[in-house]
């Protein structure tokens, strides 16, 4: 199993549709959270950290679930620009090396007008 | 600031030859990682470095070495390319507990 679930999708949703994608993390001692926004042949992106008390960032809303071990991202009123694939992230010790951090396989996410 | 830099873009090369791919940041970062991402594999760490001098192994190592002479430059050397190793390459740098930030992008492929 790996460390760090998504659903690889594709998610194609209408213009102005909400989505959602889920995360799941099996590591309990896992810190912080990311999403990553990645556009085709690009490099990774921060898209938005994810803290315990849930944070907005416009229309994206990111969620974190310890008890459950899922962060969420909630994307409103979706625009074509959005099209990308989201990458979970999650490093496992604060303030650590990079060898703690574990990035998600992605999730694709394609807008259609 | 250039941010993160990489060169080069792209590369073909022949299964056996050597070559070094370059990466180099602006931002005094104390953290510099090298990645390779392959379709549906996701992100995986190769070697990082925690400051100058100092690198080591991360996910999935083995036909690449690193070294660290500076804060700005961290090369990735493929020693003899197979082509299992045609993928994508991303270098990345931060500070501690920051996020990344990731450079353009090498990609590679092994004949």
């Known amino acids: 199993r790996k460390e760090v679930e998504q659903d690889p999708g594709p998610f194609n949703v209408p213009e102005g549709a909400t989505v959602a994608f889920n995360c799941t993390y099996s590591n309990s001692a896992s810190q912080s959270f990311f999403w990553y926004r990645q556009d085709c042949r690009k490099e990774p992106k921060l898209l938005m950290s994810?803290?315990?008390s849930g944070n907005e960032d416009g229309r994206f809303t990111a969620q974190l679930n310890r008890a459950s071990q899922y962060i969420s991202l909630l994307i409103r009123d979706s625009k074509l620009s959005d099209s990308a694939t989201y990458l979970c992230v999650v490093n496992r010790l604060r303030y650590s090396s990079a060898s703690k951090i574990i990035f998600g396989s992605g999730t694709r996410l394609s807008i259609r007008p | 600031n250039a941010g993160v830099t990489q060169t080069p873009k792209f590369q073909v090369l022949k299964t056996g030859q050597s070559m070094t791919l370059q990466c180099a940041q602006d931002m005094n970062h104390e953290y510099m990682s090298w990645y390779r991402q392959d379709p549906g594999m996701g992100l995986r760490l190769i070697h990082y470095s925690v400051g100058a001098g100092i690198t080591d192994q991360g996910e999935v190592p083995n036909g690449y070495n690193v070294s660290r002479s500076t804060t700005e430059d961290f090369p990735l050397r493929l020693l003899s390319a197979a082509p299992s190793q045609t993928s994508v390459y991303f270098c990345?740098?931060?500070?501690?507990?920051?996020?990344?930030?990731f450079g353009p992008g090498t990609r590679l492929l092994v004949l």
């Open positions: 994810v803290y315990s």
């Open positions: 990345a740098s931060s500070n501690p507990g920051e996020t990344q930030y």
